[in-house]
């Protein structure tokens, strides 16, 4: 199974930035994309960024579009999000997600998917 772990949540005033990593392993060749997605209480899943694996062409929900970037090692065993001039509004357990492109294009619910972390944006 893939296996997700994530990092780098943490609490920043608005205007601020942090970077999310995802350390990844046991991937399989139907997960052919990596996502980040989040959820603030009482709120649906919102997908934040994708990239395809292979070919790392990237997508953006248009509400992070500029500010966030997704990106990966060159191993294929790291993913990140850069996120600068965060917002109250970002404030949500982000988590890490993998699975086939198709799956991620309809935004989920993901095969497989980290614990997530934690980002407050005050």
């Known amino acids: 199974d893939v296996q997700l772990v994530e990092s780098g949540g943490g609490s920043v005033q608005a205007g601020g930035s942090l970077r999310l990593s995802c350390v990844a392993s046991g991937y399989t060749i139907s997960t052919n994309c990596v996502a980040w997605f989040r959820q603030a209480p009482g709120k649906e899943r919102e997908g934040v960024a994708a990239?395809?694996?292979?070919?790392?062409?990237?997508f953006y929900a248009d509400s992070v579009k500029g500010p966030f970037t997704i990106s990966q090692d060159n191993a294929k065993t790291t993913l990140y999000l850069q996120m600068n001039s965060l917002k109250p509004e970002d404030t949500a357990m982000y988590y890490c997600?993998?699975?086939?492109?198709?799956?991620?294009?309809?935004?989920?619910?993901?095969?497989?998917r980290g614990q997530g972390t934690q980002v407050t944006v005050s």
């Open positions: 990239i395809r694996r292979y070919s790392g062409t990237t």
């Open positions: 997600a993998a699975d086939s492109c198709l799956v991620v294009a309809s935004g989920g619910p993901y095969k497989y």
